[in-house]
């Protein structure tokens, strides 16, 4: 798969063509083309599309992209050369959507934040020290977290040092201090649960028509399939597609619903309320 993302002004475009690699030059044609029209339709409204500031990345298993043999290619009248990341409407991209890069940016980001914060923790409230950890940290953490979904446990523990030492920051507790406890005490789950809560609650509202069909058709129970349901048909368990890889089972389509079904059946009933799922969801999951 091949993207390109362009900026102008505060308008962000991303156009995306799929292609097995066998098919790339067609499809650089077929990018360049429709690049062009964007660049006309962009003209018309009085505004340019600037190559210095396009981004084209393929997106593949290591060995489909390894099988590229174009590096650059032509918009308008410049050439752009292929990165191996990028960033696209705030979380980034690498080539092989290990999101690593994403969780590098991450941690560099909230550890800034967190030297800026140290000098003023002193004089704040637990309750404000609170606040402002949840603006500057776990508001970064959670950002996009539903992408984090299968990566590795080095990168999950990369974030979850982050979150830590921002318990440890506004608790005043020690390194050799054991930090699950502390995460309970400020009410944090963790920050691989996190993923799973939000995931979990997606799927929540997507069978309760709280999200757009695009995400909200990805969720379907097995009753609504017709297909044969193993449990008592009074549990509301979601089909889960089967894929032929690791980045398949990481789309929101296998891991939402493969999330939902692992859930305890007192959490998957439909008569639950949004707030009282959100509830025991945490529960759960701090347990």
């Known amino acids: 798969m091949g993207v390109t993302q362009l900026h102008n002004c505060n308008i962000v475009y991303i156009v995306y063509v799929f292609l097995p690699p066998d098919a ?6 077929q990018l360049s083309s429709c ?14 599309l600037s190559p210095s500031k396009t981004v084209v990345i393929w997106l593949g298993s290591k060995y489909q992209v390894d099988r590229v043999g174009v590096h650059a290619v032509p918009v308008l009248t410049s050439t752009v050369p292929i990165v191996d990341s990028a960033r696209a409407l705030g979380v980034v991209l690498d080539s092989h959507l290990t999101m690593s890069a994403h969780v590098g940016s991450v941690c560099r980001s909230a550890y800034y934040q967190l030297r800026q914060l140290r000098p003023v923790m002193r004089s704040l409230s637990l309750d404000a020290a609170k606040m402002l950890a949840q603006a500057f940290i776990s508001s970064r953490l959670d950002y996009c977290n539903s992408t984090l979904y299968g990566i590795t446990d080095s990168l999950f523990r990369r974030l979850q040092a982050v979150q ?9 507790v020690q390194r050799k201090d054991h930090i ?10 963790p920050v691989r649960e996190r993923v799973i809560f939000k995931h979990a ?8 028509g709280l999200l757009p069909p ?3 058709d990805d969720c379907q129970l097995l009753a609504d399939t017709g297909r044969r349901q193993l449990r008592s048909s009074d549990v509301a368990t979601c089909f889960v597609l089967r894929t032929h890889s690791s980045l398949g089972d ?3 389509a296998v891991a939402g619903p493969r999330t939902w079904n692992s859930l305890p059946i007192k959490l998957r009933q439909l008569d639950l309320s949004l707030e009282q799922f959100r509830r025991l969801l945490k529960t759960h999951l701090f347990s």
């Open 201 to 208: 609650l997606l799927v929540f509202k997507a069978l309760h």
């Open 24 to 29: 790339v030059p067609s499809a650089v044609t």
């Open 214 to 216: 695009y995400l909200a």
């Open 180 to 189: 699950t406890p502390i995460l309970q005490q400020l009410h944090w789950l």
């Open 35 to 48: 690049l062009a029209d964007v660049a006309a339709w962009l003209s018309a409204s009085r505004l340019r």
């Open 164 to 172: 830590n030492a921002t318990a440890r920051l506004i608790t005043g």
């Open 250 to 252: 990481r789309c929101f």
